[in-house]
């Protein structure tokens, strides 16, 4: 049996294969998991997903599943215990910047902003398509996502880790033209 054609960067690790042909670019709807994968696209400032997405087990045992409520009340000697932790990335900026988020988000759940409604906003719920040729660390509306999450107090959030998350939550279908998923994650 053949291998199907798969994005480039998915390469030949079992892993990242994996991660492509079942969760990157599938439309993600659930608040819960858009944060965690925000905070997680987060985490790989500076390193690859592959790093990631090796530790996103211990990461989700160490921020309580990324449920957010459990991770807003987290303090500084939970912070020293997650420093600790060497099955974890373990940044003490990166830990905070996750606390804080988990805070913000919270904040906006409880002003009446679910977190999926914020951002599925900026596409007005779409899912965007690329032309599945054209590679981009970030766009204009990455940019301006980025933004809003700096604004509102989000950390390690430029416009390529947006843009990152973006392709991972399906927000922008960024399947390469010759990929077996590109069509699978259309638009719904």
């Known amino acids: 049996m053949t291998e199907p054609h798969r994005c480039d960067w998915a390469g030949d690790d079992p892993l990242m294969r994996d991660y ?22 987060s985490f790989q400032a500076g390193l690859s997903w592959l790093v990631v997405l090796r530790k996103r087990q211990a990461l989700r045992a160490a921020f309580a599943d990324f449920d957010p409520d459990v991770v807003a009340g987290y303090g500084e000697q939970d912070v020293l215990r997650l420093m600790a932790d060497p099955g974890i990335i373990r940044s003490r ?53 980025s933004k809003e999450l700096k604004r509102r107090g989000f950390k390690f959030v430029g416009p390529t880790i947006a843009y990152a998350w973006m392709q991972a939550i399906g927000m922008v279908n960024d399947h390469a033209a010759h990929c077996f998923r590109r069509d699978a994650c259309a638009s719904d």
């Open 93 to 145: 900026a990166k830990i905070e910047a996750t606390v804080r988020g988990a805070r913000i988000y919270c904040d906006m759940q409880a002003n009446g902003q679910p977190f999926n409604d914020f951002c599925w906003s900026f596409t007005q719920g779409r899912t965007l398509r690329s032309d599945g040729r054209t590679r981009v660390a970030s766009t204009p509306l990455s940019e301006q996502i």
């Open 20 to 41: 492509h042909d079942r969760e990157w670019g599938v439309p993600l709807r659930d608040s819960r998991a858009l944060w965690e994968c925000l905070m997680l696209e």
